[in-house]
């Protein structure tokens, strides 16, 4: 088999897909700016940026297959071009490479945020939203990053795209949002105020096996959402406290108020404390949009499977509260 290249390889989903595709016998190269929690021997690393286009040019050299994960996460930066450097023109560059070195497929991994929709209900894959449509800097960066691949898959080149949700699971050193949300409830004291949005879970593995379901199985051009269960915010709090046996009282916010109270926290990082805040006005805005999302394309047509949420939190919030305390409860579940 040709070497298949993994950007992003070391990030979150990236380490355990890199994982799933040796313990599948694959030969894998990864290109990162960071170095991974734990290398893998029978891998290749790069360490690189996919902004660096001959970095991205010689990891692209001699493979199969790209996996381009390597993107820019999260609601907030000092400077906001960066998610657009790193979300639009580094796949711009990925993209670019694939074509000169006749790569045979490559996966683009895109974001259930592009999908959801102000005016009405998310229709699912193939909803053509644009650019314009979208609630902030991030989710304008990965629009433009979609189109993109869209692009570049009707002009022949084999892309096919995959939309994780929400990851959570084991190994998340960079503490990606859906995590840091869990701690940052956890961390609170008895009253929790939030705001009620659906929220689509995945467990971080499968949304790995997901994207090689994909790049296996998916139809050139087609766009594969690869998530879990959907569930209100409220009814996640709820669950977590039962979990972790802490006594919770839940008030709801209004969404203007979630929103307008947002615009304050980010002004104080943007001007005062340069530190990334603890909420945005794009990430209060995406879950003012949120709906439940279908996965059932991904079911039909590559087979993926999605297990329930509730086992993954258990074992999440196990490691953050501590076992004893989990265990007592688990044992009255």
């Known amino acids: 088999m040709t070497p298949v290249l993994v950007t992003g390889g070391s990030g979150f989903i990236g380490q355990h897909l890199v994982s799933q595709l040796v313990a599948r016998g694959r030969q ?109 800097p991030y989710t304008r960066s990965k629009m433009l990053g979609d189109e993109l691949a869209m692009q570049a898959a009707a002009s022949g080149l084999p892309v096919i795209i995959g939309c994780p949700t929400m990851p959570i699971g084991p190994s998340d050193r960079n503490v990606t949002p859906p995590t840091a949300m869990l701690q940052y409830f956890l961390r609170k004291s008895f009253l929790q105020i939030y705001l009620d949005f659906i929220v689509n879970m995945v467990d971080v593995r499968d949304a790995a096996a997901g994207l090689i379901l994909a790049m296996e199985k998916g139809r050139i051009g087609h766009r594969y959402l690869l998530g879990g269960d959907s569930l209100p915010l409220g009814d996640i709090l709820k669950l977590m406290a039962s979990i972790s046996g802490r006594g919770t009282a839940l008030v709801r916010l209004p969404g203007i108020v979630a929103e307008l109270a947002a615009w304050f926290i980010e002004l104080k990082a943007d001007y005062i404390t340069g530190r990334e805040p603890s909420a ?30 509730e086992p993954i939190l258990r074992e999440l919030i196990a490691g953050m509260v501590g076992a004893p305390a989990t265990a007592q409860v688990l044992r009255h579940a």
């Open 28 to 136: 894998v190269r990864v290109l990162d700016v960071c170095a991974p929690a734990r290398a893998v021997p029978a891998v290749e690393y790069i360490e690189g940026s996919v902004l660096d286009t001959r970095v991205v040019d010689d990891a692209a050299a001699g493979v199969g297959e790209i996996y381009h994960l390597a993107g820019l996460p999260g609601m907030w930066k000092l400077d906001r071009t960066e998610f657009h450097d790193v979300n639009f023109i580094g796949t711009r560059n990925v993209l670019a490479a694939a074509r000169r070195h006749h790569v045979g497929r490559i996966l683009h991994c895109s974001t259930e945020s592009i999908f959801f929709n102000a005016s009405r209900p998310a229709s699912g894959e193939e909803a053509l939203l644009s650019v314009d449509e979208m609630p902030g």
């Open 280 to 309: 945005t006005v794009e990430g209060v805005r995406i879950a003012r949009r949120a709906t439940a999302l279908s996965i059932e394309k991904a079911r039909r047509e590559l087979g993926y499977v999605a297990r329930p949420v």
